[in-house]
């Protein structure tokens, strides 16, 4: 009996499995799956080296450390010198063949003045920064730039570059750009949705869904503000199906302010649908009605023609020319374009053409 049991809930547990790696996973979900491993072969084991133990005598022998030599400089240019004989008979000893430094009692070189740089770096001026790094390289070339500096020059250029490129939509110089950044800690938020707009544009839908993915599922050390969060999910409406940004704004229900946030989106995410629907061949089925009444209801309130033919095309798809004909007029009436008076004309066809089919119909009684 146990034994059966047992059996029963691993056929159970591989079935599960078997089920859930047939279900379509969501981009936006769900990473890519990572690539297979490559197969090594094994190595074959190495006979054991035997070396001899290394003394103290026979290590290299280093000098002294910054620190070391600092004590020395201290004292020469103090005028020190019993304690700067005292220090450098310590350092020979300690470092046999040590010599006193050549330039121990030259003055101490004046720190270069970044002042001018820092200005011209809040100007963005990074012609003027690359020319003022040179003067100062050719005073001092031994002199380089603060860490800080350096660190903070390098962002801004970044920086500078992809909004640049995206400005002019240069998608592939924006990309370049910013290879550097990473979606999952980034803290300028814009940043990351130039990138995206850039892998968007260029169809790569691996590193789009990527940054997405990492924009919105952070961990908490790095979470953005849900404004951004909001942002970010309505933007992926451009860029996915509704369903996976369905997906995504169901893990973020439970969440109040996200979910007030988010209130229009299923709206816009049913106009996309039946957008979809009107322009694909293939797809024949009738959306959900709720989602139509939803979308007639705020078509009514918003008064928009685009809203209003939209569900005209629609209707005319599932061969409803009654309801497309309202529309298109609704629409004709806002908005009279030629686009609204060609589906007008075509819901009247329909409407002709189903009065003729129930006239010949053979269930039709003709009166005497």
Known sequence: ??????????????????ARAADPASPLLTPA?????????????????????????????????????????????????????????????KYPGFEMPSDLYQPAAKPVDESKLWTLYGKDDFAGVDAELARLAAERPEWKPSADFQAKLARKKMR??????????????????????????EKEVDLVWDMIDAYSALGDRERLARFYRALMFRDPAHQIPKAALIATIKKSTRDFTSEDVRGVMAVFAADPVISAGLAGVATDLTRKAVAEFNTDKSKTEPLAKADIDALSAAATEGKAPADFSLLGWYYLKIKEPANAGAWFRRAIEVEPTVDH???????LMGQARDQRRRTNSPSFTRMP
């Open 1 to 18: 009996m146990t034994r059966s049991i047992l059996f029963a809930s691993v056929c159970a547990v591989c079935l599960t499995g078997t």
């Open 33 to 93: 799956p990572a690539a297979a491993p490559v197969a090594t072969t094994p190595k074959m084991a190495q006979p054991a080296v035997i070396t001899q133990p290394v003394t103290v005598s026979e290590k290299a022998v280093a000098g002294p450390d910054a620190i070391e030599l600092a004590a020395l400089y201290y004292y020469a240019r103090s005028k020190e010198e019993a304690r700067l004989k005292a220090e450098f008979a310590r350092l020979q000893y």
């Open 160 to 185: 500078f570059a992809v909004t640049t490129a995206v400005k002019s939509r240069n998608w592939q110089s924006a990309a370049a750009a910013g290879a550097t950044i990473d979606p999952a800690t």
């Open 341 to 347: 008076a060609k589906g007008l004309y075509l819901a």
